[in-house]
């Protein structure tokens, strides 16, 4: 009893140090995740990740194995294209490699930490996160904002090709699709992932439709 009576003090006194801590910022999402004093994120990884994620949900649920196996394909894919003379595709989270990754996933997993951020985020005076503003050139962009999932296997293009495209017009890619989904890109063997969409309602696109879809806001 007495250990879980620390526990709790030290959660509350950790809130309240964080909480000091934001008083005089404002509650961006990088800011607020540099408050949190995750070993080895400073101001510039706080950044990154508020620019990559956006919002705090995302990078409380970040998929960081499939973070770690899309860097590695583009790397593999950029080599590639170096080879050929080709302009490399953008990296994910770039500037973040494998340890710090393994160290954002076991802080966000850790159950006191993930506690304090609860306790900071919820109640009569939470801190309210806000999602990272961004810059005049991304807010120009058409689709800024919404989100895609992809799934199955697209005729001409791989995954990361078409979340480079996504994200070149200001798009996100998730991994789950969900009613906050604005579209689900499908291709061949789909699966659940588009059993879903049709069930709630998202909206469903093919590489064609994708492509057409872009080519015609642009215009």
Not at 38 to 61: C, N, Q, T, Y
Not at 100 to 116: A, G
Request: aromatic share 6%; proline share 4%.
């Amino acid at each position: 009893m007495e250990t879980v009576v620390n526990g709790l003090l030290a959660i509350r006194r950790l809130v309240h140090a964080i909480a000091d801590r934001l008083q005089w910022l404002p509650p961006t999402l990088a800011r607020f995740t540099y408050a949190l004093g995750i070993p080895g994120v400073g101001e510039e990884v706080a950044k990154i990740l508020a620019r990559h994620f956006v919002e705090l949900d995302s990078l409380l649920h970040a998929d960081w194995a499939g973070i770690a196996e899309r860097k590695k394909a583009i790397q593999k894919q950029n080599a590639a294209r170096k080879r050929r003379g080709e302009a490399p595709l953008p990296s994910v989270l770039e500037g973040i490699g494998p340890e710090l990754m393994e160290s954002l996933k076991k802080f966000f997993s850790q159950e006191h930490n993930r506690e304090v951020i609860a306790q900071l985020t919820s109640g009569r005076d939470a801190v309210q996160v806000h999602a990272e503003r961004a810059s005049p050139a991304a807010t120009n962009r058409e689709f800024f904002g919404k989100t895609f999932v992809l799934t199955g296997t697209l005729p001409s293009m791989t995954r990361d090709e078409a979340k480079e495209l996504i994200e070149s017009r200001g798009g996100r890619v998730v991994g789950s699709v969900s009613r906050q989904t604005d579209y689900v890109v499908a291709g061949a063997e789909a699966g659940s992932k588009l059993e879903k969409a049709h069930k709630l309602g998202v909206a469903v696109l093919d590489e064609t439709g994708l492509r057409k879809m872009f080519k015609e806001s642009k215009s």
